[in-house]
């Protein structure tokens, strides 16, 4: 699961143009595959919230932004200020073809909101989206809110990225939330359901807490990215530790539920002065042609951006 070969460039940066979408920062990459093209969608933040975009690539390297597929909603709307796609139901193998699935027809995704103006600003909540084409999306209401009266005090202050995975017909919902007294840890849950319409929060949650003082994972477990791998389930995901450095890691499970984390970075942060020198966060992975490739959210000290 090692992937220490960090290439020299980044494959999405900030457009720096005022008012586009992606104005001040990309975020949270998903990467998928649609016959010999690879597409990733990713969230960019304009200094009003988030709204969705895409790129497209013909080998994983070199991406070229196709820009908007799902911006923000009218005033008084769950996206008045923010939309974040953040998943989309693929085939679930690490090694497989990473093509999209339907449902019904139609493809099936996630996004969360939040519903305040600024960087994630209040308690995000997460819904789930349609689309024929996976470039123009119809959203469903919330369907998990840190308000929720199955809420429990892991997740009070507010939800984060999803992570959608189907099962035998079962289909998982995990996410990272936030404990609502400062500072706040983000720790990693999961939803289940049988008809996408109810849904109940896991007893076990958080399914990934935070470790003890000192490890690496001491503050956050977050942005999870769950695939098959042989006979195992790997959640791969990003921790933030006391030492303020946020790095990539893998867990694994047999039944998605009960997780074993590896305790290994499996991408770590820069030297100083690099583009990743303080965050290397929030993984999507995907395999071509018995490469693995670990996309991940680079964040260097202000002065470096």
Request: proline residues 7%.
């Amino acid at each position: 699961m090692l992937t220490p070969n960090k290439h020299p460039d980044l494959v999405l940066a900030p457009s720096y143009v005022k008012g586009a979408y992606d104005a001040l920062a990309v975020d949270c990459p998903f990467v998928f595959r649609d016959g010999n093209r690879f597409y990733m969608t990713h969230i960019g933040f304009d200094g009003i919230g988030y709204r969705t975009g895409l790129a497209s690539s013909d080998n994983l390297v070199r991406w070229v932004k196709e820009g908007l597929i799902l911006d923000r909603g009218p005033a008084g709307s769950v996206t008045e200020f923010n939309v974040a796609l953040t998943w989309i139901l693929r085939d679930n193998d690490l090694f497989g073809p990473g093509t999209l699935r339907k449902i019904g027809g139609r493809y099936l995704g996630t996004y969360h909101a939040y519903p305040k103006p600024g960087y994630e600003t209040g308690p995000a909540v997460i819904g789930l989206c349609w689309s024929e084409d996976y470039r123009h999306w119809e959203l469903g209401d919330p369907i998990l809110s840190a308000s929720d009266e199955d809420a429990a005090p892991w997740e009070r202050g507010g939800l984060y990225k999803s992570c959608l995975v189907e099962h035998k017909g079962t289909f998982y919902l995990f996410y990272n939330a936030k404990t609502a007294e400062s500072p706040w840890k983000e720790q990693t849950g999961v939803a289940i359901s049988n008809d996408l319409k109810q849904w109940e929060r896991h007893a076990a949650n958080p399914i990934l807490p935070v470790g003890p003082p000192g490890a690496f994972d001491d503050v956050f477990c977050s942005d999870p990215c769950v695939l098959r791998c042989e006979s195992l389930w790997a959640m791969f995901y990003y921790t933030l530790s006391s030492d303020g450095k946020a790095r990539d890691t893998v867990a694994f499970s047999h039944d998605l539920v009960n997780w074993t984390k590896s305790n290994e970075i499996l991408v770590d942060v820069g030297p100083p002065e690099t583009i990743d020198s303080r965050y290397a966060q929030k993984p999507s992975l995907f395999s071509h042609e018995a490469v693995l490739y670990h996309f991940y959210c680079a964040v260097s000290p202000p002065k470096n951006r």
